[in-house]
Nanobody, 115 residues
Framework: QVQLVESGGGLVQPGGSLTLSCAAS????????MGWYRQAPGKQRELVAS???????MYAEFVKGRFTISRDNAKKAVYLQMNNLRPEDTAVYYC?????????WGQGTQVTVSS
């Protein structure tokens, strides 16, 4: 059974930092392209950052220079370090794993940026 479990969300003030974690099980993690998506109320889900099996990273323009994605294949985990958070970063953040035609999602973790 495939599971992606996110953690690390919460309430943070503007300018603050959070680190999201996603623990994977039931997949050959090292073969999967991993990504973080987010969905704000009333908006579509959007890609935030991704990291390939060969550690190539990609970021949405709105997080470049503020967020960092990383992975630890030994721990079957992917992380999203988020710095200089803004109110517009408020959303549910989802972990995603892709390999060939397989596409898996976590249940999401809420990030709220507010003073």
């Amino acid at each position: 059974q495939v599971q992606l479990v996110e953690s690390g969300g919460g309430l943070v003030q503007p300018g603050g930092s959070l680190t999201l974690s996603c623990a994977a099980s039931g997949i050959t993690f090292s073969l999967h392209h991993m990504g973080w998506y987010r969905q704000a109320p009333g908006k579509q889900r959007e890609l935030v950052a991704s990291i390939s099996p060969r550690y190539t990273t990609m970021y949405a323009e709105f997080v470049k220079g503020r967020f960092t994605i990383s992975r630890d294949n030994a721990k079957k985990a992917v992380y999203l370090q988020m710095n200089n958070l803004r109110p517009e970063d408020t959303a549910v953040y989802y972990c995603n794993a892709k390999f060939s035609t397989y596409d898996y999602w976590g249940q999401g973790t809420q990030v709220t940026v507010s003073s």
